[in-house]
């Protein structure tokens, strides 16, 4: 036991420990003081990496917002638009078919005219033929065309 509280001993202990401690300084703090400064710049860099990215991310955001909202007011306008020349091209229409039915009721009009006049010359043959028929049978003669104009003008005149 009396070689453990030797002075030598003690100051070759104590010079050992300084050794391995300058050593262990020498050989492993700087190393890792090393290799975590590295690191630490790796994270700071992926940490500014990062924001920069984040930035860049709202940058686009923003922007795709712009220009979605751009794209909706350009669809509202093409939307107004195309109601616009739905709606000129419904009026265009309405008008054109107005034409249409003043035409056909024009036509239908002077074919109604028409058909009226030629009934009426038919009436009028039929009637000249019937009176000259009646008169042949009440007279028992034969009738004059003079004669027929009258009877017929006075049949039209009942009519």
Do not use: C, W
């Amino acid at each position: 036991m009396a070689d453990m509280f030797n002075p030598a001993t003690i100051a070759l202990h104590m010079l050992n420990a300084a050794i391995l401690g300058a050593a262990m300084y020498f050989l492993l703090y700087k190393p890792v003081r090393a290799f975590m400064a590295k690191r630490q710049g790796m994270v700071q860099s992926q940490l500014d990496g990062a924001a920069a990215a984040r930035a860049k991310a709202e940058s686009l955001r923003r922007e795709s917002e712009r220009m979605l909202e751009e794209a909706r007011r350009k669809a509202d306008d093409t939307i107004a638009q195309s109601a616009k020349t739905a709606e000129l091209r419904a009026a265009e229409i309405t008008e054109r078919a107005q034409e249409d039915i003043k035409r056909i009721r024009a036509d239908a009009q002077a074919d109604i005219e028409k058909m009226r006049v030629q009934a009426q010359e038919a009436l009028r043959d039929q009637a000249a033929d019937l009176a000259v028929i009646m008169a042949e049978k009440l007279i028992g003669r034969g009738i004059t065309a003079e004669d027929h104009t009258r009877l017929v003008e006075a049949l039209i005149e009942r009519l």
